[in-house]
C-alpha cells in the first residue's frame, strides 16, 4: 500500500527531506504562496507547528509559483515567510502541484483524496501517523479549524 514514505523532497537549503523520517508522525502538508491573500495561514499554520510538534505534528510547506503568488527565489520566500509570519516549519524548493511537471508528492495527495486539479494556494493535506490521508482541505480552511483532527490524529498509535 503506498503511503507518504515513498516521497521525498529537497528543502530550501538544499537537505533532502526523506518522508520516511515522518513515520509515525501526523504530518500536514500544504501548497504556500508569498503574495498570495491566504499567506496570513502560515502564522496559524506555525501555531500548530509549535503547539503540537513535540506531540508529533510535522509540518511542511511546499511553495508553488503555479498561480503567480510566490516571490522569484527560495531565498526570498524563505526570508519573507520568517520575517512575516515567524515560519520555522520546513519549506521545500519551489514545486508545481498541477500538470505534467507536478511533483510527485501532489499527483499521489490527490490521486488519493479523489480530487482533481489542486486549484489554489494553501490547499492543505493531513496525514496520519500511518502515512495515509486523513482529510484534503481547501486553500480557505483556516488552520485552526483542523486543530482538533489533528488533536484526534495525535491520539492515535501505531502499532
Wanted: glycine share 8%; net charge negative.
Amino acid at each position: 500500500m503506498a503511503t507518504i514514505y515513498n516521497f521525498s523532497e529537497t528543502e530550501m537549503s538544499g537537505q533532502t527531506i526523506d518522508f520516511k523520517d515522518y513515520r509515525g508522525k501526523v504530518v500536514l502538508i500544504v501548497n504556500t504562496a508569498s503574495k498570495c491573500g491566504l499567506a496570513p495561514q502560515l502564522e496559524g499554520i506555525e501555531a500548530l507547528y509549535k503547539r503540537y510538534h513535540d506531540q508529533g505534528l510535522e509540518v511542511l510547506g511546499l511553495p508553488s509559483n503555479q498561480f503567480h503568488q510566490e516571490l522569484d527565489s527560495d531565498e526570498a520566500t524563505s526570508d519573507f515567510c520568517q520575517m512575516h509570519y515567524g515560519v520555522t516549519f520546513p519549506m521545500t524548493k519551489q514545486v508545481r502541484v498541477n500538470g505534467e511537471d507536478e511533483d510527485p508528492l501532489f499527483t499521489y495527495l490527490k490521486a488519493t483524496a479523489g480530487h482533481g486539479r489542486i486549484k489554489w494556494n494553501f490547499t492543505k493535506f493531513l496525514i496520519g501517523r500511518d502515512g495515509q490521508l486523513i482529510d484534503r482541505y481547501a486553500p480557505i480552511t483556516k488552520p485552526e479549524s483542523l486543530e482538533d483532527t489533528i488533536v484526534q490524529a495525535l491520539r492515535v498509535t501505531v502499532g
